[in-house]
């Protein structure tokens, strides 16, 4: 075993290497001052990453607009009593003044008023696809981003490890570790970027597909209230 004198002289020399490394200090990266080491390929993971949060809070708000249920009730409530009453001018005229998917539904099919029930539905059932197309505009863009995400980050990744051979035959037998870290940063924050970017665009996008099933679940309700109130006896 050692004297406890030179037990005490080892622990002297480790606290020494401590503190020589903290007064030279090994500066840890920051988020960004890392993001921007992966070049160009980071740039592209923004812009894309913005787009597709611009696009899911655009489509997330429509969406809120398009079903209100209070408001929905009530435009029901209010068609029920212009059809009982006969005053089908009166039902569209309220149609066109709401500004919803049901209502142009509606609207629909009280422009084929006359016709057998099964013209009628169809006519409904052509501008519910018409409307499930209008609140699903853009969405696939989102996909899209969540797919492309870490495949762009897989391609900074090669570039970045090809900026690093190129770096170290440049070297020649000058070869160092700063030599290679420029194109070994490039080459795992990009995708640590691009993966970042298709688990937050692909978290959207299912939230965005739950909310358009949800608001076509609920039009496809009152569309059928709606056949239901043409069955019944005037």
Same mark, same amino acid.
């Given at each position: 075993?050692?004297? /406890?004198?030179?037990?005490?002289?080892?622990?002297?020399?480790? !606290?020494?290497?401590?503190?020589?490394?903290?007064?030279?200090?090994?500066?840890?990266?920051?988020?960004? %001052?890392?993001?921007? !080491?992966?070049?160009?390929?980071?740039?592209?993971?923004?812009?894309?990453?913005?787009? $597709?949060?611009?696009?899911?809070?655009?489509?997330?708000?429509?969406?809120?607009?398009?079903?209100?249920?209070?408001?929905?009730?009530?435009?029901?409530?209010?068609?029920?009593?212009?059809?009982?009453?006969?005053?089908?001018?009166?039902?569209?005229?309220?149609?066109?003044?709401?500004? %919803?998917?049901?209502?142009?539904? @509606?609207?629909?099919?009280? %422009?084929?008023?006359?016709?057998?029930?099964?013209?009628? !539905? $169809?006519?409904?059932?052509?501008?519910?696809?018409?409307?499930?197309?209008?609140?699903?505009?853009?969405? %696939?863009?989102?996909?899209?981003?969540?797919?492309?995400?870490?495949? +762009?980050?897989?391609?900074?990744?090669?570039?970045?490890?090809?900026?690093? /051979? !190129?770096?170290? $035959? #440049?070297?020649?037998?000058? +070869?160092?570790?700063?030599?290679?870290?420029?194109?070994?940063?490039?080459?795992? @924050?990009?995708?640590?970027?691009?993966?970042?970017?298709?688990? +937050?665009?692909? /978290?959207?996008?299912?939230?965005?597909?739950?909310?358009?099933?949800?608001?076509?679940?609920?039009?496809?309700?009152?569309?059928?209230?709606?056949?239901?109130?043409? #069955?019944?006896?005037?």
């Amino acid at each position: 075993m050692k004297p /406890f004198l030179m037990i005490q002289a080892d622990m002297a020399d480790v !606290q020494t290497v401590v503190d020589t490394a903290a007064t030279t200090g090994v500066q840890r990266e920051t988020f960004w %001052s890392l993001a921007t !080491q992966g070049g160009w390929i980071m740039l592209v993971l923004v812009v894309l990453l913005a787009l $597709a949060i611009y696009i899911s809070i655009e489509r997330y708000l429509a969406l809120r607009q398009a079903v209100k249920t209070d408001d929905d009730n009530n435009f029901m409530n209010n068609i029920r009593e212009y059809i009982h009453k006969g005053d089908v001018e009166g039902a569209r005229t309220l149609s066109k003044q709401t500004n %919803s998917p049901l209502a142009r539904m @509606v609207d629909k099919g009280l %422009s084929r008023l006359g016709r057998p029930l099964s013209d009628i !539905q $169809a006519a409904i059932e052509n501008e519910g696809k018409l409307e499930v197309a209008r609140l699903e505009k853009r969405v %696939s863009l989102v996909a899209t981003v969540a797919s492309l995400g870490p495949m +762009i980050g897989f391609l900074g990744t090669v570039t970045g490890m090809v900026t690093a /051979f !190129q770096n170290m $035959a #440049h070297a020649g037998n000058n +070869i160092n570790i700063e030599v290679l870290a420029t194109g070994i940063y490039e080459a795992m @924050v990009t995708t640590i970027g691009g993966l970042i970017v298709g688990i +937050i665009c692909y /978290f959207l996008y299912n939230i965005l597909v739950t909310r358009i099933n949800k608001v076509v679940l609920d039009i496809e309700v009152r569309a059928t209230e709606f056949m239901d109130l043409l #069955h019944e006896p005037a």
